[in-house]
């Protein structure tokens, strides 16, 4: 086994171990597995435990946040993915052979969710998972022998999906891809790509809704977004240009340039030109450039956290 500790009580113990570049770990975190690959800029927060039986897979530019919990025999997280606190993967059967996990590239993890893994859970690419969403592959308590249900199996979740708060999906359940559910929702049967879902349970709402076009419509958000984001990069004092073609599809800033048609970025990029890619995040909006989404603080902000609490107080 190799074992690399590191100066803030975190450790990594692996029979095959790669860390990739300007890896990034919190202390206290625990990371056990037969084999562990890291891929670069992947940052790992505080209090995290990992016992990875067979392979933990991080893709590059992957943020985990703290005191997430995860047992499987397989993680399989892609690039790019945004993984909040407080996440169990595990509970009841983690320990089969069946438990393995996969989460997609340019997916969101939020806090507090469940994933069950007494059987596989695939999640696609594109996904976002709001927080208190639980995802169980078993459900059973009660004698089967005297007719009380009992479920087991695998959840497959597509590509483009949202998943809102407070959700439950249960087990043997598709999600298919482009799929859209309503907050507090109990998937208990299979959705269908492209439809628009919720209820309690699950009823489908809209039919081949998903993806949709519409020139006007897009142009208008466009410009709803640079307008909001200049009244956000004043109260940052951030000094920015934003113009948008709606011939060519580009939006600039300063001197960044984002190509709406084809999803990619060009130019200059300095931290004024990061915080407004990370306000098109938000908005709905991504480029992936392959550097890390990054925001300006506040000048508020900024001037409180500078501050040490071992200086001498100033009256």
């Known amino acids: 086994m190799e074992i690399r500790k590191f100066d803030n009580g975190s450790y990594i113990i692996a029979e095959r171990l790669h860390i990739g570049n300007n890896f990034r770990i919190g202390p ?53 993915v945004f993984w909040d606190s407080n996440v169990v993967v595990g509970h009841g059967g983690k320990f089969s052979e069946d438990a ?8 969101m993890i939020c806090a507090r969710i469940t994933l069950n893994v007494n059987h596989s859970i695939s999640i696609g690419e594109y996904v976002g998972i709001g927080e208190d969403v639980a995802v169980w592959t078993h459900g059973s308590y009660l004698p089967v022998l005297e007719g009380f249900p009992a479920d087991f199996g695998p959840v497959s ?8 708060a407070k959700s439950t999906v249960l087990p043997n359940r598709r999600i298919g891809n482009n799929v859209v559910i309503g907050t507090n929702s109990l998937i208990n049967k299979d959705l269908p790509d ?9 009823k489908i709402l809209r039919e081949n809704f998903y993806p949709s076009q519409d020139t006007g419509r897009n142009e208008e958000l466009v410009r709803r977004i640079i307008h909001d984001y200049q009244q956000l990069a004043a109260y940052k004092q951030l000094p920015v240009e934003i113009s948008y073609d ?32 990370d ?37």
Request: include cysteine.
């Open 194 to 202: 492209g439809c628009l879902a919720g209820g309690i349970p699950v």
């Open 28 to 80: 206290n975190t625990t990371i056990r597995a037969t084999e562990c690959h890291i891929g670069n800029n992947v940052t790992i927060g505080a209090g995290n435990a990992f016992l990875i039986g067979q392979r933990l897979e991080i893709g590059d530019l992957t943020i985990f946040g703290n005191a997430n919990n995860l047992t499987a025999r397989t993680v399989k997280v892609g690039e790019y």
């Open 100 to 107: 393995h996990l996969r989460v997609g590239s340019y997916s």
């Open 246 to 277: 709606t011939h060519t599809q580009q939006v600039r800033c300063n001197g960044a340039v984002f190509h709406l048609d084809t999803m990619k970025t060009s130019g200059t990029f300095t931290a004024v030109e990061e915080d407004f890619r």
């Open 157 to 164: 979740i597509g590509d483009k999906v949202w998943l809102p």
């Open 279 to 315: 306000f098109l995040r938000r908005r709905g909006i991504k480029f992936y450039n392959g550097q890390p989404f990054s925001s300006v603080l506040p000048e508020e902000y900024r001037r409180l956290l500078a501050v040490s609490p071992d200086a001498d107080g100033v009256d």
